[in-house]
């Protein structure tokens, strides 16, 4: 009986010999697919790169222009220029309500005085409100009499309490002259108690006061009026500055 097997064999098939470069036992697995590829970079087009200044690598750092601070319009003291006149008008403003203030007192204290009991000539003037104070320590029932001048006058006494101080004096408003036309008029007055009371012949307190109000208003609108010029004045002169530089880069 014939045995047809054939013995193992081993190492690549027969008829084909190893792969090159390779030990003949192992040869290399076979391989699916297209062959690997690698990338290259792209092409890179222009001048080489340079380095700078600071030894860094890339572009020069390109700077402005410069830029002579002379030739920037308006110059910086126009600045000091407009804050000083807000300087000025802030003076002003309070001179004005300090002159208002003392114009009031001095038009409010009684420029003609007497004592208890005496009786002196004024002259009086419808327009300026006369009117009658009293400057005592205590409290005293007085009574006052008007006579002569063109047409008889009239002595109403006020309400409420209206005083002003002067010559280290205090007055208090006690009577309204009420004079029908100006002219020279005699008043007398006395106290029923024996005090060192003094009369004097002034203008209403309420009505002088008017020019007290104006010195007040004009301590708030001319330095507010200096005010607004400062900063109106820098911001208009720096948006100016800041345009002429802008037009000197471009023009550099």
Do not use: H
């Not at 009239?154 to 002259?177: C, D, F, Y």
């Not at 209403?204 to 507010?224: E, N, Q, T, Y």
């Amino acid at each position: 009986m014939t045995d047809n097997s054939q013995p193992p064999q081993y190492g690549p098939p027969q008829g084909q010999g190893p792969y090159y470069g390779q030990n003949p036992q192992y040869a290399q697995p076979q391989q699916y697919g297209p062959p690997p590829q690698y990338q290259q970079p792209p092409p890179q087009y222009g001048p080489p790169p340079q380095y700078n200044q600071y030894g860094q690598y890339g572009q020069q750092p390109q700077f402005p222009p410069r830029i002579d601070g002379k030739a920037i319009k308006p110059r910086l003291w126009w600045i000091a220029v407009v804050w000083a006149v807000a300087v000025v008008l802030g003076v002003v403003g309070v001179v004005v309500f300090a002159g208002g203030v003392l114009s009031s007192v001095s038009d409010m204290a009684p420029t003609a005085t007497f004592a208890s009991g005496e009786s002196v000539k004024v002259s009086l003037d419808p327009a300026e409100r006369p009117a009658v104070f009293i400057a005592t320590g205590t409290r005293v029932n007085y009574q006052c009499e008007i006579s002569g001048g063109p047409s008889q006058a009239k002595l109403v006494k006020v309400n409420g309490t209206q005083t002003v101080t002067a010559g280290g004096s205090t007055w208090q408003e006690i009577l309204a002259v009420n004079a029908p036309a100006k002219g020279e008029y005699q008043l007398t007055c006395a106290t029923q108690e024996q005090a060192s009371a003094r009369f004097g012949v002034g203008r209403d307190v309420l009505s002088a006061a008017g020019g007290m109000f104006g010195g007040v208003a004009a301590l708030f609108l001319i330095p507010g009026a200096g005010l607004l010029i400062g900063i109106v004045g820098t911001v208009v002169v720096l948006v100016r500055r800041s345009g002429a530089r802008k037009r000197l880069a471009v023009s550099g």
